[in-house]
């Protein structure tokens, strides 16, 4: 190929051809088109890329597993669901990343997810690869039993296509250290090996001091270095965060202990918004009544009355400096972009994955907002897997200092890569922009080296 060529008209065509291959996939041609946006001028400058058809390699899962899992509820009944296991790109590393149970879980939301893997565990440093797996099952009002047996009951499956140096499944939305557990202990029993086929596992059982908190402290530790690289600092900050799981709490912990002040945690039902902050007192409560009791976060404005609770709302309309959506896809749009924007919050930060809706994106970065995006804020929980999986194949642990010490390195580390390739002339930085590079830049070097693969 020869010739000038417009980096946006080949965005275009190659979105067009994408669409036309994915159709009804909106979450996945959503991500492709945030990535390929940023990537192209750099993939036209590149041209090794443009001629290997990288982009067009990388938008293909390496393959797809979907499988039925039967099981038995507490009734007696017979119940049906589907499950899947996307391995999207193993060219840096073993596939690696987390289990999805949602009720309304399919194909499009697994390949989006596993698409972003493929850059964020590149941009760790780590060896590994991206996959995304998961079930339309709905944990919640499931008792434990009933939840054993569907795990145990997925892995039946699950266990041919997994293995420490061949994929390696962790948690996500709806998966938590009990439903490691069960998958882990089927896995073991299936395999009759106890290697590190999973992350996130329990700690007597080979898991990792800090994976826990590892997404939330990690989060919360790029917006230390989104600040820092302005001469700002995380003291005094108001935040307002969705989310009240794994990455909400987490995140709000590390907050507290850097001296900021959490305003508002939610769940699908609706947000709190606590005007004298969430302490650590109450984020205990919080961890207690989500993880224990398996309850609602509208009963944290029963408990402490000078918080409020409003329902089917979500929290950006609640004045802050810092908003962190930590709970799921598209759930910040224009419009909370736009409340965000009025009430001058200045960075905005995805915990979650791709909780922000393209035209958000666009609309906070165009006002000035530093927008810090998923596949590098969110990092720390697949990196902290990582190390988890380093301990196992030396078969020690290291204690929380050691594990933390490195997470706080890998989120510096990403947060250098993201500058080194999101420098816009006048020094802001493009934290999108510098993400997609960075992380595309690994994958498509290895893919060029193995020839057509
Ligand atoms: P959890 O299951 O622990 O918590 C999910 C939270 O999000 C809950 O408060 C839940 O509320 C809320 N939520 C889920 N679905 C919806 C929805 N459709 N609408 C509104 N709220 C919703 O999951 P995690 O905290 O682990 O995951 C949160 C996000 O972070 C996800 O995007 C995940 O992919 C991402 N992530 C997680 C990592 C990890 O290590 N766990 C690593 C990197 C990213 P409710 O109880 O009402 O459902
Ligand atoms: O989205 C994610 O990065 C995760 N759910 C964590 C994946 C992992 O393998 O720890």
């Not at 840096?92 to 399919?106: E, H, Q, S, T, V």
């Not at 998923?374 to 290291?398: F, H, M, T, Y």
């Not at 006048?426 to 999108?432: E, L, M, R, S, T």
Request: proline content about 4%; glycine content about 12%.
């Amino acid at each position: 190929m020869s010739g000038p060529l417009s980096a946006s008209k080949e965005v275009e065509e190659f979105m067009s051809g994408l669409r036309r291959r994915n159709p009804a996939e909106p979450e996945f041609q959503q991500a492709v088109q945030e990535v390929v946006e940023t990537v192209m001028p750099y993939v036209l400058d590149n041209r090794q890329y443009y001629d290997n058809r990288i982009l067009e390699r990388m938008t293909e899962p390496d393959r797809v597993v979907m499988f039925r899992v039967s099981w038995e509820d507490d009734n007696g009944e017979v119940r049906a669901n589907r499950a899947w296991r996307v391995q999207f790109n193993n060219s840096i590393g073993p596939y690696k990343g987390g289990m999805r149970f949602a009720g309304d879980l399919n194909l499009s939301v697994l390949k989006f997810l596993g698409f972003e893997q493929t850059f964020k565990n590149a941009l760790t440093s780590l060896p590994m690869g991206g996959a995304k797996g998961g079930a339309n099952f709905n944990p919640k009002g499931r008792s434990d039993r009933e939840v054993m047996r569907f795990c145990h009951s997925l892995m039946i499956e699950l266990h041919r296509h997994i293995g420490e140096s061949t994929d390696v499944p962790a948690g996500d939305i709806g998966v938590g250290a009990r439903e490691i557990g069960y998958m882990f202990g089927q896995y073991k029993r299936l395999e009759n090996r106890f290697v590190g086929a999973m992350t996130g596992k329990g700690l007597e059982y080979g898991g990792s001091l800090i994976r826990k908190e590892a997404t939330g402290y990690g989060t919360v530790y790029f917006v230390q270095n989104m600040l820092e690289h302005i001469g700002d600092s995380v003291a005094g900050k108001r935040f307002v965060i969705s989310g009240s799981g794994n990455v909400a709490t987490y995140a709000a912990e590390k907050i507290l202990q850097l001296g900021g002040k959490p305003l508002t945690l939610s769940d699908s039902s609706g947000t709190i918004h606590d005007p004298a902050g969430i302490t650590h007192e109450k984020l205990a409560y919080v961890k207690e009544l989500k993880e224990v009791r398996r309850g609602r976060i509208s009963e944290y404005a029963e408990e402490y009355p000078g918080a409020t609770f409003m329902a089917g709302k979500k929290p950006w309309g609640v004045a802050c400096d810092i908003a962190l959506p930590c709970a799921t896809q598209n759930e910040l749009d224009l419009d909370g972009a736009k409340e965000l924007v009025k009430n001058k919050c200045r960075v905005v930060a995805e915990g979650a994955n791709m909780p922000t809706t393209l035209e958000a994106v666009h609309f906070l970065i165009e006002n000035g907002v530093l927008f810090g995006p998923a596949k590098a804020v969110n990092a720390g929980g697949v990196a902290v897997s990582g190390l988890e999986q380093s301990q196992n194949s030396l078969r020690i642990s290291w204690d929380a200092e050691e594990v933390e010490t490195r997470l706080r390195n890998i989120m510096r580390e990403i947060h250098n890569r993201c500058t080194k390739y999101g420098e816009e002339k006048g020094g802001a930085i493009n934290y999108v922009k510098g993400a997609n590079i960075a992380g595309f830049e690994k994958v498509a070097a290895s893919m060029v080296n193995y020839g057509i693969v």
